[in-house]
């Protein structure tokens, strides 16, 4: 409830005014039926039309009155329960991003799209009837039961009667039903993540043929979900036949004694009418609170789910910082004995006991076989990862003594995977600065080797991007990704493998213009090629998680059997 508290005080007024309407709505519910007993048995008995218009009039007052009220009180539950939800699902994407790497391995993308969506609107549905019936429903349970039992209380013990089976029965129901829900929202988590894999990996999935696979394998997933949810609704539609027994049931006693009572004289007809009418309201009220207990069923497994989120305290954060104020200068890196696993489980690391130290505005090569460690040590750097032991240093302080935006303000990273929005290429390029004048993303593109081919476009910087990138080419996106990287004015530029889709000549260009207008950025570069780190500074050559020498391309190609492997088997191809 602490998560909801903060939003709820925000909007007190909703949650006041919509219950109080509904209230209001249900005091009529009960008035209106005595008065119509009285039409009944004193007006219609007695031909008296006067007497009929006139409580007739007040019937409609009294409906109109209902109406509002009962509009009103939607109203306000639904303002109320939907700017509750917006600011829980603004929290819960707020806290997302605090998250590491890690912590949205731990729960997969499908399921915090889950979370964050249906999750939220199964709460918000409940506290928008939590609003319209928690109290409503009482009154009008209470107060049809003291009008029944003031027009014939050995009539009324019939229902007192029937209460507690049907309160057993809807004890039952949300007992058996709550474990339901659960399974539900987690196979809505399953059916997202798969979803949303296909989707991304269409162009793989069409160049593959695998079509039918991908239709079956959803069908699986569709099917299981289909069964979960039948499963667990089912047990929300029974609410729905046992109510309608136990009025049926009750009904046919009340109606029984009732008849009984009128042969006698002990009863008049509208009295029996009115009682009906009452009895009606009882069950429809305990009715609408077995309804709210199984939508609070379903809202709790919601409401779990949500809490593990806002609840998760990120992996990695900068809550004891003790440098929060310091802005990198000179860009120095150090790895200092650092070893990490991705598992804490795993017997072998993925990186070990690595030490190495990269000097301010230098240009450094990092080479090594696939699997060896490379993109997971740069990840340590803008901490995306934490190493679980030894240290990283940047300017010769630890980067957890470090505030995080500044960290990450001064390290600007390009990943293996090219990653670009729907927009114009200026928005894109803006991720970097939002501020950046026309000059500015253009010098970037010449650095990036980017500005001949945006120029080729008839829209320039103008031209708008597909999804992903979609109308690009790899080495066109790649080089987008570069220039915009440089729009935040690094003191760290890290290539993660971002050049592998340019052709050499392009490479080679890039590299240039790094060196002649980033000499004081210091510069790190993974490669599969040994051509575009051949002339860096230093080279650190990685095996199975360890750095098994550094130097210049002239020193490892005499002393080091692994790059010398490298060097010749690319030579030969």
């Known amino acids: 409830m602490k998560k909801y508290k903060e939003h709820i005080k925000k909007h007190w007024y909703c949650f006041l005014l919509a219950p109080l309407f509904m209230t209001l709505e249900a005091s009529g519910e009960f008035i209106l039926p005595f008065i119509n007993a009285n039409i009944i048995d004193r007006g219609a008995a007695t031909g008296d039309i006067p007497y009929i218009l006139e409580n007739g009039f007040y019937m409609l007052l009294i409906a109109a009155a209902m109406l509002a009220f009962g509009v009103l009180g939607a109203f306000f539950a639904v303002r109320g329960s939907a700017r509750v939800a917006a600011g829980v699902r603004r929290d819960a994407f707020s806290r997302i991003q605090t998250f590491s790497f890690s912590d949205i391995d731990r729960f997969s993308t499908g399921s915090l799209i889950t979370r964050v969506t249906n999750d939220i609107t199964q709460v918000q549905t409940f506290l928008q009837t939590l609003m319209r019936g928690f109290f409503r429903s009482p009154v009008m349970l209470v107060g049809a039961l003291i009008m029944s039992f003031q027009l014939n209380a050995e009539i009324a013990m019939v229902i007192l009667i029937v209460l507690p089976f049907l309160a057993l029965a809807t004890f039952l129901i949300i007992k058996t039903a709550s474990p339901r829900y659960t399974a539900m929202q987690e196979q809505i988590d399953t059916l997202n993540t798969g979803i949303g894999e296909t989707i991304t990996n269409e162009k793989v999935i069409k160049s593959f043929v695998r079509e039918e696979h991908e239709k079956k394998k959803f069908r699986v997933i569709n099917t299981a979900l289909m069964e979960k949810s039948v499963s667990a609704l089912k047990m929300m539609i029974l609410m729905q036949p046992v109510s309608t027994l136990a009025i049926n049931l009750t009904t046919l006693i009340v109606v029984w004694v009732a008849g009984r009572q009128i042969m006698v004289g002990g009863m008049e007809i509208g009295s029996l009418t009115a009682f009906i009418t009452y009895l009606s309201q009882v069950l429809t009220a305990l009715n609408f609170l077995a309804n709210i207990f199984l939508q609070g069923t379903r809202a709790a497994a919601s409401d779990r789910r949500i809490g593990e989120v806002l609840n998760t305290k990120p992996d990695i954060s900068d809550e004891n910082a003790s440098m929060r104020d310091y802005k990198i200068a000179s860009g120095s890196i150090e790895f200092r004995n650092v070893s990490f696993r991705y598992f804490k489980d795993s017997a072998i690391p993925v990186l070990d006991d690595i030490s190495v130290s990269i000097g301010p505005g230098e240009f450094v090569g990092i080479i090594g076989s696939t699997g060896s460690g490379k993109s997971t040590l740069v990840s340590l ?146 490669a599969q090629r040994i051509s575009s780190v051949m002339d860096a500074d230093k080279i650190i050559v990685m095996d199975e998680g360890k750095v098994v020498a550094c130097g210049t391309h002239e020193e490892l190609i005499r002393s080091c059997t692994a790059y010398q492997e490298i060097y010749y088997s690319q030579k030969e191809a």
């Open 381 to 526: 750097i803008p901490r995306l990862y934490d190493p679980d032991a030894g240290e990283v240093l940047v300017d010769g302080i630890n980067v957890k003594e470090l505030s995080l935006y500044e960290l990450r303000e001064s390290v600007a990273v390009v990943l293996q995977k090219n990653t670009l929005f729907s927009g114009t290429i200026a928005e894109n390029l803006r991720w970097g600065n939002e501020d950046a004048t026309q000059e500015e993303l253009e010098r970037v593109c010449r650095i990036a080797q980017a500005d001949g081919f945006i120029r080729s476009f008839p829209d320039g910087y103008k031209t708008q991007i597909g999804q992903g990138g979609g109308n690009l080419s790899g080495g066109q996106k790649q080089r987008l990704c570069i220039a915009r990287a440089l729009l935040k004015n690094p003191k760290i530029m890290i290539l993660d493998d971002s050049t592998s889709a340019v052709d050499t000549a392009t490479d080679a260009a890039i590299r240039r213009a790094f060196r002649t207008q980033l000499s004081h950025v210091t510069k790190l570069i993974i």
